[in-house]
């Protein structure tokens, strides 16, 4: 896992960035978490939130996440609405455990922001299924830093977006 996974980022994030994590209730039992846990590896919060995803393998080879789940080194470019910016992202890390689903992704060149962003559920052991997300970023473009106010409201409303993509995936 990248930067995402240091016990102590949100108190101490790499220089210059922003931390950010936010938790969300999904719900309760084993099926709920398998449905969920398989939805996030294919991309599920990203898609579920309108945001449209053109996922390359490592070879670059174009794949559809209903056919195949994301791995580490896949690249995707996310496209937000009708908005005319590409975002570039790599997978760094994926994590399939019986109680734990995550992957952590890097911003590439071209990304508006700079940073890592982990999408995780969590299965507890009284069976509370829960979504995580945990980042880090700071304008990754000289244009970016003039608009942040707004890149950071963006930012907002897309993680609540994703910690309500994964329910509705039933």
């Given at each position: 896992m990248g930067a995402t996974g240091h016990p102590d980022l949100m108190q101490k994030p790499p220089r210059g960035f922003r931390p950010?994590?936010?938790?969300?209730?999904?719900?309760?039992?084993?099926?709920?978490?398998?449905?969920?846990?398989?939805?996030?590896?294919?991309?599920?919060?990203?898609?579920?939130?309108?945001?449209?995803?053109?996922?390359?393998?490592?070879a670059g080879n174009a794949y559809d996440p209903d056919r195949r789940r994301l791995r580490v080194g896949d690249t995707a470019v996310l496209r937000i609405g009708r908005w005319p910016v590409d975002v570039p992202v790599r997978v760094l890390a994926v994590v399939d455990e019986?109680?734990?689903?995550?992957?952590?992704?890097?911003?590439?060149?071209?990304?508006?922001?700079?940073?890592?962003?982990?999408?995780?559920?969590?299965?507890?052991?009284?069976?509370?299924v829960r979504a995580h997300l945990r980042a880090f970023s700071r304008p990754g473009r000289a244009l970016a830093w003039f608009g942040?106010?707004?890149?950071?409201?963006?930012?907002?409303?897309?993680?609540?977006?994703?910690?309500?993509?994964?329910p509705l995936t039933r």
């Open positions: 950010d994590e936010r938790w969300g209730v999904l719900g309760r039992g084993d099926e709920l978490f398998e449905r969920v846990a398989d939805d996030l590896l294919r991309w599920g919060m990203q898609r579920g939130s309108g945001i449209r995803v053109a996922a390359r393998d490592d019986p109680d734990r689903a995550s992957f952590t992704y890097g911003t590439l060149t071209g990304h508006p922001e700079s940073g890592e962003e982990l999408f995780e559920v969590v299965r507890d052991r009284d069976g509370l942040y106010p707004v890149l950071r409201a963006v930012q907002e409303a897309y993680s609540r977006r994703y910690l309500e993509a994964l």
